[in-house]
């Protein structure tokens, strides 16, 4: 499968416990962006990279979420202190700059903060 | 900010017929607006792009218009089946067709066909 990957799909955490899910893009793409998305809603902006630069972080990123893409393939989106409130869908994809409009979305890790 | 408005959560339809979703936004004026499929559990798939000198895009049983004056998306699935049954989202550029390829979503409307 060349899509775009997520991992973990599910995660069940309590609350003020650190989380980490790591998104693999499709080999080519050099963007990559992260969404949130809530149950009934569309999914958020939460910053995207190109290659391994960040380029735009959402206000929704607050302190406690940090992503990387070090080498500008793989990238994680790490949440610190987690909160209720962040339980949401996270969903990442990734395209190739100044090529495609549309995003190729992964299936995303659903998270759950108890 | 942006807004944007897709008619209803949700729509039901019988099979066969034509299902027609909306997309509304406010202020600023994407270079494209986007529909996406999204089933339960799923990341959004991709459907169709139309740019903003473009009136309607077809592709196969879809087919959509958009109307710059009226700041408005239709989405039109002709011919409607079960399978079609999922939420669709509707999407745009924030800034002018630039190269920053954020999007901008709406809350997406859940399709239903019954048989």
């Known amino acids: 499968d060349t899509g775009v990957s997520q991992n973990p799909r599910h995660k069940i955490t309590k609350r003020g416990q650190n989380v980490t899910f790591r998104c693999d893009p499709i080999?080519?793409?050099?963007?990559l962006y992260w969404y949130r998305q809530t149950l009934g809603q569309g999914p958020e902006f939460l910053t995207y990279f190109q290659n391994e630069a960040q380029l735009e972080k959402s206000r929704l990123l607050s302190d406690r979420f940090s992503a990387e893409r070090p080498k500008g393939s793989f990238s994680t989106l790490e949440i610190q202190r987690t909160e209720q409130g962040d339980s949401a869908m996270y969903l990442c994809?990734?395209?190739?700059?100044?090529?495609?409009?549309?995003?190729?979305f992964g299936p995303g890790t659903r998270l759950l903060v108890l | 900010s942006q807004k944007i408005e897709q008619n209803s959560e949700a729509l039901n339809i019988q099979e066969g017929k034509t299902a027609t979703l909306t997309c509304n936004y406010t202020?600023?004026?994407?270079?494209?607006l986007q529909w996406y499929r999204q089933d339960p559990g799923r990341g959004p798939v991709f459907l169709l792009l139309?740019?903003?000198?473009?009136k309607e895009k077809r592709k196969e049983r879809l087919k959509v218009t958009f109307d710059t004056t009226l700041k408005q998306s239709l989405f039109h699935i002709t011919a409607s089946q079960p399978a079609d049954s999922a939420t669709y989202l509707c999407a745009l550029d924030m800034a002018g067709g630039s190269t920053l390829g954020r999007l901008y979503f709406g809350r997406g409307t859940q399709l239903t066909v019954w048989p």
């Open positions: 202020n600023y004026s994407p270079a494209y």
């Open positions: 994809a990734s395209n190739e700059a100044g090529a495609q409009e549309t995003q190729y």
């Open positions: 139309i740019r903003e000198n473009e």
């Open positions: 080999s080519e793409h050099n963007r």
